[in-house]
């Protein structure tokens, strides 16, 4: 994330709890980010220096017309501001902050397959072991390079247990003794 990404974040969450909607925004933005996530066409046209920032604001104000007005206030400031391209950032961010304000910790499980609800509810326990918090969200990151195993990212802790890091550790074992 950038800073300025996390700036807007901050603002917008400050913003919606003055006004009382922080749980309605904090959809806002989990819908922005899946939107985001999900259209590559619209990442494109918001990176775009050819489309015009009027056209990318009616565009993303059409999008999610049925929003709160604080989100779309940050459509229209990033737009004047020439920031429209961090959308998906300040989304990302804002819900972050707003899980950390609430105590939900969030775990990023990086997998080759999809996790299956068995192994979901496996990961989720050790997570709670791990942070002591029982309030964890999981975010499943499909990654068929890593080949097998998984990734575990919990804030700034990371645990690989990937076939493809694996491999790598042999490799360097290899080449060492050569």
Do not use: C, W
Request: charged fraction near 25%; avoid cysteine; charge should be positive.
């Amino acid at each position: 994330m950038s800073r300025a990404a996390i700036r807007y974040a901050k603002a917008v969450l400050d913003q919606a709890n003055e006004a009382n909607i922080s749980e309605v925004v904090f959809g806002d933005m989990k819908s922005v980010e899946a939107t985001l996530a999900g259209s590559k066409e619209l990442r494109n046209v918001l990176q775009s220096p050819v489309i015009k920032g009027e056209d990318k604001k009616q565009a993303l104000l059409k999008i999610f017309e049925g929003n709160s007005e604080v989100t779309k206030g940050l459509i229209q400031i990033l737009t004047s501001n020439k920031r429209i391209n961090l959308l998906g950032g300040v989304a990302s961010s804002f819900v972050n902050l707003y899980n950390d304000s609430k105590g939900v910790k969030t775990a990023h499980v990086t997998t080759a397959v999809p996790l299956s609800a068995e192994l979901e509810n496996q990961v989720l326990a050790k997570v709670k072991e791990m942070t002591g918090s029982e309030n964890v969200t999981i975010i499943n990151k499909i990654d068929e390079s890593i080949l097998g195993g998984f990734i575990l990212r919990v804030g700034d802790l990371q645990y690989n247990a990937s076939i493809a890091n694996q491999l790598g550790n042999l490799k360097r074992e290899f080449s060492k003794s050569l």
